[in-house]
């Protein structure tokens, strides 16, 4: 297969001028989702050699700049995962609901070439290497049932993202539980700070009533002292 000059011609420069920039466009329409995962398709297999993929997507912005489709690399990357997980999505219900998901028949033909070509190296590494393959896998590959080889194969891919999947959600459930536990305790916490602080401003209360109690008793004491003094002082003036 020949691969596009990921180094030269294929980046593009983004157009004359000093504007010639990416326009984004507010949603992906049907026409150009078809030739984004037409020219996915084309790419793939240089994408599944290639871990660090940056100039890949470079690859892909530039031929759908060439369709006329002004794209730019992240958008086209974070497209490509989001047809990926609605594809698994659906390939995880039922047959019936794969309709919702317009392009379903287009993602499953690039999975499917992709893991042809994996059981096609698988096969021929193992049987040039003299690896294990069984005698019924070979009988199934040369005698031309590719297709129920592949379909075992990608049912047992298919398998696998599940079983993937349904771990990070029981992950992602014992974390919610784990939060929903320190915010039980975190919230019990609170309610038992709170209900000290009230106990403490009911004794502070209580006590500062009592010592006003005792504050106005002495002042009323000092008061009769007082009046009973003036009255004797003024008794005794009138009757000498």
Not at 200 to 225: F, S
């Amino acid at each position: 297969m020949n691969y596009p000059n990921i180094a030269q011609g294929h980046l593009g420069s983004g157009g004359g001028g000093g504007g010639g920039g990416f326009n984004r466009l507010p949603q992906w329409s049907v026409e150009e989702t078809r030739e984004f995962l037409a020219i996915r398709a084309e790419l793939d297999e240089a994408f599944m050699e290639t871990r660090r993929n940056k100039l890949l997507w470079n690859v892909v912005s530039s031929k759908m700049r060439e369709k006329g489709f002004h794209r730019t690399p992240e958008q086209c990357k974070s497209k490509w995962k989001n047809l990926v997980t609605r594809y698994k999505g659906s390939e995880a219900m039922m047959e019936s609901n794969t309709r919702s998901f317009t392009f379903h028949e287009e993602v499953k033909s690039i999975y499917t070439k992709r893991m042809r070509r994996l059981l096609l190296r698988r096969t021929s590494s193992s049987i040039g290497g003299g690896g294990d393959v069984g005698d019924d896998e070979k009988k199934r590959w040369s005698g031309g049932d590719k297709d129920g080889l592949l379909g075992d194969v990608l049912r047992e891919f298919m398998e696998r993202q599940l079983e993937r999947e349904g771990k990070w959600r029981e992950a992602a459930e014992e974390r919610e539980e784990e939060r929903r536990v320190r915010e039980v305790e975190w919230r019990e916490e609170m309610e038992a700070l709170m209900r000290e602080r009230a106990e403490m401003d009911r004794t502070w209360w209580e006590r500062e009533e009592e010592r006003r109690a005792k504050v106005e008793a002495r002042a009323e004491r000092r008061h009769a002292l007082i009046m009973a003094l003036l009255t004797r002082i003024i008794d005794k003036y009138d009757t000498s």
